[in-house]
């Protein structure tokens, strides 16, 4: 099993920045690729970046997010981060942590088999 745990939401102005980071702990082995995804109300879970977790790294964007945020790991510390800059209130979102075996950039998130609890991050315009 794998454990995930999320934190750094909050509430930031639009045009601002947060950092988002999540602690993997558990059988890590099994969390070789890991993402973040977010879901807004009454909308489905959709992928924001993925980050392959090895000797060397592999990163994808969703395309509503490229060039504004960076997804990172640090493999001491088993654990992935996601910096959100210039940030709009349609990021607002509730944002989840997700751990899938393997070295693939999937983004799909029935292909992860363990999720955090989600972190809330609130966009004010």
């Known amino acids: 099993q794998v454990q995930l745990v999320e934190s750094g939401g909050g509430l930031v102005q639009a045009g601002g920045s947060l950092r988002l980071s999540c602690a993997a702990s558990?059988?890590?082995?099994?969390?070789?690729?890991m993402g973040w995804f977010r879901q807004s109300p009454g909308k489905e879970r959709e992928f924001v970046a993925v980050i392959t977790w090895g000797v060397w790294s592999a990163t994808d964007y969703a395309d509503s997010v490229k060039g504004r945020f960076t997804i990172s790991r640090d493999n001491a510390k088993n654990s992935v981060y996601l910096q959100m800059d210039s940030l709009k209130p349609e990021d607002t979102a509730v944002y989840y942590c997700?751990?899938?075996?393997?070295?693939?950039?999937?983004?799909?998130?029935?292909?992860?088999?363990?999720w955090g609890q989600g972190t809330r991050v609130t966009v004010s315009s």
């Open positions: 558990g059988r890590t082995i099994s969390a070789n690729t």
């Open positions: 997700a751990a899938k075996s393997g070295l693939k950039l999937t983004t799909s998130r029935y292909e992860y088999n363990y």
